[in-house]
Nanobody, 127 residues
Framework: QVQLVESGGGSVLAGGSLRLSCAVS????????MGWFRQAPGKEREFVAAISRNGGSTDYADSVKGRFTISRDNAKNTVYLQMNSLKREDTALYYC????????????????????WGQGTQVTVSS
């Protein structure tokens, strides 16, 4: 049974930082690329960041590039999202996602490429 459990969300002032974690079980974690997505109230789920199997390649949405960093620890079956210089528009429910296939996807940023999702962790940024 595949499980993804996010943690690390919370409330923070604009300009602050948070580090999200996502622990994965039920799959050989190191065989899969991983993604982070977010969904704000009234908006569609959007891509935030993704990382390759060994962490050597990463991809970011333009809105978070230079502020967020995705990383992974394959020994701990965990993927991280370090979020710095947070803005009010970063407020959302953040999800980690695991694909159903270990093959490199056609569209790394597409939510449809991911078959397994965590329950989400809330990030609220206030000014």
């Amino acid at each position: 049974q595949v499980q993804l459990v996010e943690s690390g969300g919370g409330s923070v002032l604009a300009g602050g930082s948070l580090r999200l974690s996502c622990a994965v079980s039920g799959r050989t974690f190191s065989n899969y690329y991983m993604g982070w997505f977010r969904q704000a109230p009234g908006k569609e789920r959007e891509f935030v960041a993704a990382i390759s199997r060994n962490g050597g390649s990463t991809d970011y949405a333009d809105s978070v590039k230079g502020r967020f960093t995705i990383s992974r620890d394959n020994a701990k079956n965990t993927v991280y999202l370090q979020m710095n210089s947070l803005k009010r528009e970063d407020t959302a429910l953040y999800y980690c996602a695991l694909p159903g296939s270990s093959s490199w996807p056609f569209n790394l940023r597409g939510a449809y490429e991911y078959d397994y999702w965590g329950q989400g962790t809330q990030v609220t940024v206030s000014s």
